[in-house]
């Protein structure tokens, strides 16, 4: 069975740090492209970073680019997200997305981590 | 960027009601949308993906339609568990981008 674990959330006041983390299991996750995708409260779907399975293609939303770096441990079926320079906008649930092989279209989702940014 | 626009944004609708869901890309994207549902305080769920393909375990009254700009989701038969937000996602280029959402309510 195919599971995201994402873990990593927090409060942080703006302008601080944060490091998501993700934990992959069930799949063979080096085999495997993967995303970040967020929901701030009450709102709609928002991609936020895709990394391929070697690491040689990372993309980021203009939103975050020069902000959040996203990197994968293969070895450790890791993916994580470094969150930094947080801004009141980057209030948001953020989840772990696997997309289908061969395309960048999720088909696992894990159950989300809250990342709050206020003062 | 490629815009989604995902129609209408919400929809009052009944059991056993035909609702249909339309998203339109900004410029054309082949056949890479996906269709997603999302319950309160849940991750969304994958319903459909390449446009038309059924996911595994997805009811038979889930379909999708559709290529190059304009998509179609269609609940041919709305069941008590489908109220529910769809969301559309295209895959054909970055950034990815997501439909606005459409909540269907009773």
């Known amino acids: 069975e195919v599971q995201l674990v994402e873990s990593g959330g927090d409060l942080v006041k703006p302008g601080g740090s944060l490091r998501l983390s993700c934990s992959a299991s069930?799949?063979?996750?080096?085999?495997?492209?993967m995303n970040w995708v967020r929901q701030a409260p009450g709102k709609g779907l928002e991609w936020v970073s895709s990394?391929?399975?070697?690491?040689?293609?990372?993309y980021y939303a203009d939103s975050v680019k020069g902000r959040f770096t996203i990197s994968r441990d293969n070895a450790k079926n890791s993916l994580y997200l470094q969150m930094n320079s947080l801004r009141d906008e980057d209030t948001a649930v953020y989840y772990c997305?696997?997309?289908?092989?061969?395309?960048?279209?999720?088909?696992?989702w894990g159950q989300g981590t809250l990342v709050i940014v206020s003062s | 960027d490629i815009q989604m626009t995902q129609s209408p944004s919400s929809v009052s609708a009944s059991v056993g009601d035909r609702v249909t869901i339309t998203c339109r890309a900004s410029?054309?994207?082949?056949?890479?949308l996906a269709w997603y549902q999302q319950k309160p305080g849940k991750a969304p769920k994958l319903l459909i993906s390449?446009?038309?393909s059924l996911q595994s375990g997805v009811p038979s009254r889930f379909t999708g339609s559709g290529s190059g700009t304009d998509f179609t989701l269609t609940i041919s038969s709305l069941q008590p568990e489908d109220f529910a937000t769809y969301y559309c996602?295209?895959?054909?280029?970055?950034?990815?981008?997501f439909g606005g959402g459409t909540k269907v309510e009773i």
């Open positions: 997305a696997r997309p289908q092989s061969a395309t960048w279209l999720v088909d696992y």
């Open positions: 069930g799949f063979a996750f080096s085999g495997y492209d």
């Open positions: 990394i391929s399975s070697s690491s040689s293609y990372i």
């Open positions: 410029q054309a994207i082949g056949s890479w």
């Open positions: 390449i446009a038309s």
């Open positions: 996602q295209q895959a054909n280029s970055f950034p990815l981008t």
